[in-house]
Each structure stands twice: as structure tokens, then as C-alpha cells.
């Protein structure tokens, strides 16, 4: 909804993150005039992005590698769900600076990724919370624990004091960047 208030109705759509294509298939279904270039660094999730769109083939082009690898746009908006919090702290960024050059001006940019506190044992409930949220009834609670400590120690996840820092421009000023690429009004950087 979101980007369709920015979108022409033959939009095109970078999806940074790519993943298993599910995003990919509910923009399609929602948005039949739009296209997409998906972009993900894991040929497995790639592959399974292709069976999940496979209806809207013609007009979803996947591409495997980080942002540097997407297509140079211009984009009518662009989307990273549930991905930053796998993009290293310093490369962030940089990240965000490779999207903003791909956009088109007032172009819409949505990101939502994972913040919760980062102190004991509040870190461990939301983890904890996070895995407990999409686990089937009948997981192995083995591979629960798993999950649990490939969140605690494979993801860059910030503490919502630091997310309110880098909105406010105090943390490498990363927000400036996805301000300017967001709102009227603010120019281009």
C-alpha cells in the first residue's frame, strides 16, 4: 500500500532481499502492471523465489549477489523487508547509499528489520520471542535452540535506542540518506 501511493501503475520495483520470493508474489498478485528485479545473495533461496513467482515469471527478474549487483534503475520504489539486520553495521550505509542511487526522485523506499533491546535478559525473551513466533507447534526443540543462537550470533541487530539515534542523524548519518530518498521536499543528496 505504501509504495502504491508513490508508484505509477507500471512501476518498477527493486526488492532488496529477495529471499524465498513471497514478498516478490503478493507485490505481483497486488500490483499486475508492476515489474521487479529481486535481489538475494543465496542461490537456495533464489531457487525457491522462482517457484513461488513462477506465475508472474515474465515480469520478475532475480538476481543473485548484494545490492552492488542489482540493475542501476531508475526504480519507482524500492523494498527491504526483514534484511538489514543481516547487513553488517559498517555496511549499512553503504547499502543504503546503493539504493538511494537507484530511485527515482520521491520515490518510496520501505524498511523494516528487526530492533529489540540488546541487555540480558531482555535480548535473550525477544530472540527467543522471534523464533517462538514462526515455529510450527511440533518443532524440534533442538532446532528452536538453534535458531535461537543463529539469531544471537549471525544477525546485526540494534538496540531501539541506537535505531533512535541513527533516526535522529546522531549514528553515521544513515536516516539523512533515506530521508532525502523518501520525502518531498528534501532534495536529492
Known sequence: MLLAERAPVDAR?????AGGGLE????????????????DPS???????????????????LVEGYIDSAPDGPYDGATALLTFHFIPREQRLDT???IHRRLKPGAAFLLAHISFPQTEPERSQWIARHVGYSA?????????QQAREAIAGRLTIFAPEEEEDAATGRVHGCVAVLCRA????LGRV
Open 43 to 61: 542461490p537456495d533461496m533464489l531457487r525457491l523465489a522462482r517457484q513461488t513467482v513462477a506465475a508472474h515469471a515474465e515480469r520478475i527478474r
Open 182 to 185: 523518501q520525502l518531498p521536499g
Open 24 to 39: 516478490l508474489k503478493a507485490l505481483a498478485e497486488a500490483h499486475p502492471g508492476w515489474s521487479f528485479d529481486g535481489i
Open 136 to 144: 510450527a507447534p511440533d518443532a524440534d526443540p533442538g532446532q528452536l
Open 96 to 98: 543504503l547509499a546503493h
Open 13 to 17: 520495483i527493486l526488492v532488496l532481499g
